[in-house]
């Protein structure tokens, strides 16, 4: 029960932070939120279709190569990040703060939401799971500077769509993100039995 409420409570500081903070304000973040805004403009999709169909390709991946275990808590991830994204996504509310506050504030909440996760050996159904499955394959490189990278090259791939602003605060919402889950995890690794 425990496992659920922290999965559930990580997903909620999650989608709550994408929905009212950086896709109404057009901020790319450099996961499959960011992923979803680059293809939406380039197909005019609903980005909670697009949203969705990348999450559910990404648990499948996590089912192959992270085992069932890790699936089940997954599974259990997925649903509330499609559900939770796409009512805060409907409810249709933008934050009117500052940019630099939004993306600051934005980046604190996703690291602690996906640090939670994590610690509950489960994901975020974002690209941690390639990123885990590249740590579980090569333990040396920090989980963290893989997500880092990661986000970047997504960032790079938004520069078109949104502009060197955007990507220049996408910047800073990944060294945030990032940054706080190496921060959280640095006493006590969550990905070493994954």
Same mark, same amino acid.
């Given at each position: 029960m425990k $496992?659920? @409420? +922290? *999965?559930?409570?990580?997903?909620?500081?999650?989608?709550?932070?994408?929905?009212?903070?950086?896709?109404?304000?057009?901020?790319?973040?450099?996961?499959?939120?960011? $992923?979803? @805004? +680059? *293809?939406?403009?380039?197909?005019?999709?609903?980005?909670?279709?697009?949203?969705?169909?990348?999450a559910i390709l990404l648990l499948l991946f996590s089912l192959i190569f992270l085992g069932k275990h890790f699936f089940f808590k997954t599974c259990y991830s997925c649903l509330c990040y499609i559900v939770f994204f796409d009512w805060f996504h409907l409810a249709n509310i933008s934050l009117a703060i500052p940019p630099i506050i939004c993306i600051v504030l934005a980046g604190i909440l996703v690291?602690?939401?996906?640090?939670?996760?994590?610690s509950q050996k489960s994901s975020i159904i974002s690209y941690d799971i390639i990123a885990l499955f590249i740590h579980k394959n090569n333990e040396k490189i920090e989980l963290s500077v893989i997500l880092r990278i990661i986000g970047i090259l997504v960032l790079i791939s938004g520069l078109y769509v949104f502009g060197v602003i955007s990507v220049l605060y996408g910047l800073i919402f990944?060294?945030?993100?990032?940054?706080?889950?190496?921060?959280?995890?640095?006493?006590?690794?969550?990905?070493?039995?994954i």
């Open positions: $496992t659920i @409420l +922290i *999965i559930t409570l990580g997903n909620l500081l999650l989608t709550a932070s994408y929905a009212f903070l950086t896709v109404p304000n057009n901020m790319i973040d450099g996961g499959i939120t960011s $992923t979803s @805004l +680059i *293809i939406a403009h380039f197909m005019k999709i609903d980005i909670t279709y697009i949203t969705t169909t990348i690291g602690i939401g996906h640090y939670l996760c994590l990944i060294i945030i993100e990032t940054e706080i889950i190496y921060l959280l995890n640095k006493n006590k690794p969550v990905y070493e039995e």
